[in-house]
């Protein structure tokens, strides 16, 4: 068998195999280097470390929430219950920002003539 590196797609999909195992070890590590760094060279008394969606409905006053979070790259949809995130209920999309611009970019062409828009970034 040939060992061949797989996408981050591809790595995202193989639920159990080798490629989310690699990212996980990697993720742990580089968790365990962060707490040193901040133990170790800033002295700070504490560390909390969470996922992403957990601290969103913690952020919002919620111990139970359904967090969606749009990136440039994609959409993940996570339900938080009690504090707790199901991670079997976690739902990924391939459509995010940039999709969303270009369908108004293409509406905004076909509809009303638009042909050149100024990105504001």
């Keep these: 068998m040939v060992a061949r590196k797989a996408s981050s797609e591809e790595a995202e999909d193989d639920v ?6 690699h990212l996980a070890a990697i993720a742990r ?18 560390v909390f470390v969470a996922p992403s969606p957990m601290l969103s409905a913690f ?3 919620r ?13 993940r949809v996570t339900p938080v219950v009690d504090g707790l995130i199901l991670s079997s209920a976690q739902r990924r999309s391939g459509r995010g920002g940039e999709w969303l611009s270009e369908i108004g ?3 905004l062409n076909e509809f ?4 050149k ?5």
């Design 16 to 21: 159990g195999g080798f490629g989310s195992y």
């Design 29 to 46: 590590r580089q968790r365990t280097r962060m707490t040193e760094i901040l133990f170790e060279s800033l002295d700070a008394p504490a």
């Design 59 to 61: 952020a919002n006053g």
């Design 63 to 75: 111990q139970t929430a359904l967090v969606v979070d749009v990136g440039a790259g994609g959409t």
């Design 105 to 107: 970019r293409r509406a």
């Design 112 to 115: 009303c003539g638009v042909e």
């Design 117 to 121: 828009i100024k990105p504001r970034y």
